[in-house]
């Protein structure tokens, strides 16, 4: 193995590296996949360390986005509600006291005596 496909491997697997550093795991593939397409016709050996760095990122790119994609949901989601939640009840108190009739919160924490 010579100088030059000792650096393209390099590339591939400590690009995939930074690649997913940089990206939160989301990027990983990109660096295999350029020196997959650069080179990996040149030389077997670069195209073999290129396709095992590549499907290592791409699997792992894959799982790193539908983590975020779920925890940004699951971020959200529970916010969402929570001001659904305060809007509704808040409302429905409002109505009550316009009726001149007092409302008692539901799940709520007597915190203020």
Known sequence: MNSEDRMWLLVAHLGGAL?????????????????????????????????AALNFQITWSLIAFILLFV???????????????????????ALRANEGREYRYPMSATLIK
């Open 71 to 93: 925890g940004w949901c699951l971020l959200f989601l529970p916010s969402i509600a929570v001001v659904v939640i305060q809007i509704v009840f808040g409302v429905i108190a």
């Open 19 to 51: 690649g997913a550093l940089i990206s939160f795991g989301l990027l990983g593939f990109v660096a295999p996949l350029v020196v997959y397409l650069a080179r990996g016709n040149q030389s077997p050996t670069v195209r073999a360390h290129a396709q």
